[in-house]
């Protein structure tokens, strides 16, 4: 039998009830503490009523200056994770796996929200120093950039103890996956691709070196984290620079057959990211399916798919053809909270899809 969208999956000792995941979307929707708020219950709890297998909370802060912006969510203390476990609690009572991505936003923190436009903030508007593998800070096109620290020795091992601290506060919040945020041009990016990490001592320079961070907070999550539950690690699988030397596809997949013997049981394959300058194709339909395609070709772990997945049809394609084992669904998920319960619907799978009770009659 082919797999499709709603053949369970089971990763170590999680059991994915079908093959739709809610992609990881900041919300900038807690005051500037980061703790997570009634809006994270809803929204997240919302997704989880909506059928989707996995649920996965924002990029989620696991140190102060890794912010994104001030409203984003934060794990940098217990007091984080207590606030975030009512969340996890709806989303896991509504059958949904409810996970957490891991993050650290280094050079691309400190700036006003998405919908304030994205600007860096200064320390005195409630900013803060950025650090980074090199000091060239961000550039912004429209702004002037703000100044960038490159962290020494020290800055490297807090941010690899505050990984594994986030993970351990996740875990007692009632999180049962984990997913290291490595795309998208913030830290862990930032030291895997050359265009920002200009380092020469053991974390830059080489792949090897390159790539000796994001391995190493892979395997400091894997260590705090069950053996029955799942660790994924999301990466950009291109810089979409091809005209300087800059992270490719090769690297992606060289590196995803390592995150397997460390320990991530998935790889989310996104792109992009870390410069202005990138050549982002058209956002159409699957627009980065081949990269998830091609990382899976490339290692043990399963895959993940994101980017330009909107459809029913289209989803179910992704699975039944092998591309990707997870269907990984952002903005449709704004415009419908309900995609897996619609998506069952028009691919006549009712009888196949975890609906809440109290739903039954709308269908
Ligand atoms: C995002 N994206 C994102 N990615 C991520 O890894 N962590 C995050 O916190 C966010 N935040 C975020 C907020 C909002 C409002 C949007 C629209 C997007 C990227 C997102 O997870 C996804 O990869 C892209 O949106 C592409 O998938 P779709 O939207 O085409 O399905």
């Known amino acids: 039998m082919t797999d499709d969208l709603f053949t369970p999956l089971s990763l170590r000792g999680t059991e994915i009830r079908n093959r739709v995941m809610v992609s990881p979307m900041c919300q900038y929707s807690c005051d500037d503490d980061g703790l997570a708020t009634d809006w994270h219950r809803v929204h997240l709890g919302s997704r989880a009523v909506g059928g989707a297998g996995v649920v996965m909370a924002e990029a989620t802060a696991v140190e102060a200056r890794g912010r994104i912006s001030p409203n984003d969510l934060g794990i940098w203390s217990d007091e984080h994770g207590d606030a975030l476990a009512p969340t996890a609690e709806f989303v896991s009572e509504h059958g949904a796996v409810p996970a957490i991505q891991l993050a650290h936003a280094g050079r691309k923190g400190s700036k006003t929200r998405a919908w304030e436009g994205s600007h860096p903030l200064g320390p005195d508007d409630g900013g ?30 807090d941010v690899i ?16 996956v984990a997913e290291v945020h490595a795309a998208h041009g913030y830290l862990l990016h930032q030291f895997l691709s050359p265009v920002t990490n200009r380092r020469e001592d053991d974390y830059g320079g080489s792949f ?25 690690v999301r990466l950009s699988a291109t810089d979409w620079l091809p005209d300087r030397e800059s992270w490719t596809v090769d690297d992606t997949a060289h590196l995803a057959g390592l995150l397997a013997d460390d320990g991530a049981d998935l790889i989310d394959v996104s792109a992009g990211g870390i410069h202005p300058d990138q050549q982002v194709p058209d956002g159409g339909p699957n627009y980065q399916v081949p990269y998830a395609e091609r990382v899976g070709e490339a290692t043990d772990a399963a895959v993940g798919a994101v980017g330009g997945i909107t459809a029913a049809e289209q989803a179910d394609a992704v699975v039944r053809n092998g591309r990707a084992d997870l269907a990984i669904v952002g903005r449709e998920h704004l415009r419908d909270p309900y995609f897996t319960l619609h998506a069952a619907e028009e691919l006549d799978a009712l009888d196949r899809v975890d609906m809440p009770v109290q739903y039954r009659r709308g269908f």
């Not at 505050?162 to 009632?174: I, K, M, V, W």
């Open 208 to 232: 090897a070196d390159r790539a000796r961070l994001v391995r190493e907070v892979t395997r400091r999550v894997r260590d705090v984290w069950p053996d029955e539950k799942s660790v994924f």
């Open 161 to 176: 103890d505050a990984f594994e601290a986030g993970a351990e506060r996740a875990l007692t919040a009632g999180f049962e």
């Open 128 to 157: 803060w120093e950025t650090v980074a593998p090199s000091d060239a800070p961000y550039p912004y096109e429209d702004d002037d950039p703000p100044a960038t620290r490159r962290m020494d020795q020290d800055d490297i091992e």
